[in-house]
């Protein structure tokens, strides 16, 4: 390196942070930063006058008090900086420069010794030259510097600065005292002290040196890999902030092109209007005008002849002038056209539900703990917490924070939920799905995904499990010929079993014991309990009568039946209007409660079978059709809506479907009789699981009916049995 270079870059390194200057007497603060002692002065003056006690320093804005002598000479000097500053007054002119260390006249110094360790006048150093021990030593001119020979200046040995021992390097350091002594010191100041070479001792402490600056190293480490996180959180941050506020100028902005596009579309109408009523008027006025025209012009004809009042004339025209005045007077007025009344009406005013919401809440880092941990089931409450975490993943609580859960079902509507604020950062989701099948999950905090979301949650239905059957061939007390209905009493829980052959309806409890029979003068064809417990009973051999009976058996009455023709099933609805299915027009018909008045009579369009059973459910008539091999779907108005099933013996197909009914699952299950199985659907149709054919050997299903205990009895025609699933 080039000397003045190396001077330059000194004179930078010996500089006062303060005062900009070369440092004179510089003292060193606790933190380790050098200023010139009258600088460090004047600015403990300036702080005492703000009436502070402390300043700080100002490279790294550490505070220090301010000693109570209002001065800063106490502290330790640097070592380097007297150095360099010793080094740099060679050069400089304008610094005091060194002085002669060999002669008593203190002339300033020319060359330097480096075997001496001497700073020479130009007297002293001809001497030095002429002396035949010194005249080998290596010198160095003070005027013809190279870099190296600064470097050395700068590493060269350190004097003792006792009186007397000036000439003496500092050799040895002193453990007792912790200050480093020349030979004359230990005899003279430091007997029987223990003494370290110092290059020793030097080496000892600059190993503690290493290890605390290492860890100082790795806390710079720490601290810069901080900064960098703390710097790209801030950059986040500011592009989280800058993305949240295109959010919202992009909802704003929609909303506005909404606006402006609904305002257009009032703007037509208005036009609209406004161009239908001015035709009306327009219209109208051109009839008054022509009416109008036609009076005035028979008026001037008429004016003119009485002003010449010839006689003559007005003979001659009397008769015709009379005709068309009468003509005109009689002619019918048009009506004024009175437009109808325009009004603007706002219903309900943008209501922007928007905020802006500063937490410490990270979505990235939210979880939800429980979700897949539990088997959810149909119609059965289940939960899952959502946890609220910071970016460092410790659970965290924000008032603020907005938490969402969308649930859609399987036919995509969404599902009812409750969402409960512990006020610890857990969020307990509770909902209830109401059918089986696949669910999307979507979790928000704050309007951002949880990680994963949405997710899937299948929903598994309720299966039916076989408990037991009752029930045989004969015509004994529980014993059966044909069956040919059941049903269930909500009221009493009893079991209606319509038997074809013996001409007799049994009753049972839920367990399958025998209560009570009730005798028929023929053969019934199907049975269905009212809300209030009494047994509807269709009897069509003897007078195709509907009839109503207690439980106990007792005749009520017969119900109307010129609205019916050949009726084959009947049912009750919720609210007691009774369905039957008539096999003689082939129509669906919904009486009164009272069966007085035919409410509701409909088929399906181009269908010419039999409806077999008929219920009614949630606004809807479920009718199956045996020869169609399928359930048709009809509105609360008998407006056919769509098919369930086909023909064939794959899920979901039927042959010759006959009994149903619905669980309390919302399930509609059908009597696939051919098939020797019931079948499960949802309420739009969907196929969800069978009960097989091995509950049904040798045998079929035909009818069914459910308790109010939610279990499934099953009539199993050919073998003469009750089948019980719970």
Request: proline share 3%; glycine share 4%; net charge neutral.
């Amino acid at each position: 390196m080039d000397v003045q270079q190396l001077f330059k870059n000194l004179k930078k390194e010996a500089e006062c942070p303060l005062c900009i200057e070369t440092v004179t007497n510089p003292k060193t603060l606790p933190c380790l930063h050098s200023f010139c002692l009258v600088c460090l002065d004047r600015h403990a003056n300036f702080a005492r006058r703000q009436l502070k006690a402390t300043i700080k320093c100002p490279v790294c804005q550490t505070s220090f008090q301010i000693p109570e002598t209002d001065t800063f000479e106490n502290l330790p000097s640097s070592f380097h900086l007297n150095r360099l500053v010793d080094v740099l007054a060679l050069e400089d002119g304008s610094v005091q420069s060194q002085r002669c260390n060999s002669c008593d006249e203190n002339n300033t110094a020319t060359c330097y010794c480096f075997v001496c360790q001497d700073f020479l006048c130009a007297s002293c150093f001809e001497a030095h030259q002429r002396l035949k021990a010194s005249r080998g030593h290596r010198n160095v001119l003070m005027d013809k510097l190279q870099a190296q020979d600064v470097q050395d200046l700068i590493h060269r040995p350190v004097m003792c600065s006792q009186q007397y021992h000036e000439h003496q390097p500092l050799e040895f350091y002193c453990e007792d005292c912790k200050v480093l002594i020349c030979h004359k010191c230990t005899v003279v100041s430091h007997n029987r002290h223990t003494m370290t070479d110092t290059q020793k001792a030097a080496q000892e402490q600059k190993m503690q040196m290493f290890d605390a600056v290492a860890k100082v190293k790795a806390e710079i480490a720490r601290y810069e890999s901080e900064i960098k996180k703390q710097t790209d959180l801030r950059n986040k941050h500011r592009i989280d902030v800058l993305n949240e506020e295109k959010k919202m100028t992009d909802t704003v902005e929609k909303l506005i092109r909404d606006l402006r596009e609904h305002e257009r579309k009032m703007k037509d109408k208005f036009r609209e209007i406004y161009e239908a009523e001015q035709k009306h008027h327009a219209t109208r006025l051109e009839n008054f005008e022509l009416v109008a025209t036609k009076l005035k012009s028979c008026f001037e004809r008429c004016q003119s002849i009485l002003d010449r009042s010839f006689s003559v004339e007005i003979l001659q025209t009397n008769h015709a002038i009379l005709g068309r005045c009468n003509e005109l007077l009689n002619v019918r007025k048009p009506d004024l056209y009175m437009s109808p009344q325009v009004h603007y009406l706002v219903e309900k005013k943008l209501d922007l539900m928007d905020r802006v919401v500063v937490t410490k809440t990270d979505p990235s880092k939210c979880l939800a703990e429980g979700q897949d941990s539990k088997e959810v089931k149909e119609r059965k409450e289940t939960y899952f917490v959502i946890v609220t975490k910071d970016s460092e993943g410790f659970q965290c609580y924000q008032q603020d924070d907005k938490i969402k859960v969308n649930i859609l079902t399987p036919e995509g509507d969404q599902l009812k939920t409750d969402i409960k604020d512990t006020k610890d950062g857990k969020y307990r989701v509770t909902y209830t799905p109401q059918d089986a099948g696949q669910h999307s999950v979507e979790m928000l905090v704050n309007g951002q995904p949880l990680t994963g979301s949405p997710c899937i949650v299948q929903v598994h239905e309720h299966q039916y499990q076989f408990a037991f059957q009752f029930g045989s061939k004969g015509k004994k007390r529980g014993e059966f010929g044909v069956i040919y209905d059941i049903d269930v009493s909500q009221k009493t829980g009893s079991i209606a079993i319509a038997e074809h052959r013996n001409q007799r309806i049994q009753l049972f409890s839920l367990e399958g014991k025998f209560r009570s029979e009730i005798r028929l003068d023929g053969a019934p064809w199907s049975v269905a309990f009212t809300d209030s417990g009494d047994l509807l009973t269709l009897v069509r051999e003897s007078d195709n009568k509907l009839r109503l009976v207690s439980e106990e058996g007792h005749f009520i009455k017969h119900i109307n039946d010129k609205h019916l023709d050949e009726p084959s099933r009947v049912s009750t609805a919720s609210d007691d209007r009774i369905i039957i299915t008539d096999d003689g027009d082939k129509k669906i018909k919904v009486l009164s409660p009272d069966g007085n008045d035919l409410l509701q009579s409909f088929n399906a369009p181009d269908c010419d079978e039999f409806p077999f059973c008929a219920i009614y459910h949630q606004d809807k008539f479920f009718v199956s059709y045996e020869s169609a091999n399928c359930v048709k779907v009809f509105d609360k108005t008998g407006v056919y809506l769509h098919d369930i099933g086909c023909k064939g013996s794959n899920d979901g197909q039927f042959d010759g479907p006959d009994g149903l009914v619905i669980d309390k699952y919302n399930r509609l299950i059908v009597c696939d009789s051919g098939n020797r199985r019931l079948q499960l659907f949802t309420l739009g149709g969907k196929f969800l699981s069978k009960l097989k054919k091995q509950y049904f050997k040798n045998g079929f299903p035909l009818y069914v009916a459910i308790n109010s205990a939610g279990s499934l009895i099953a009539a199993d025609q050919l073998n003469g049995r009750i089948l019980v699933f719970h």
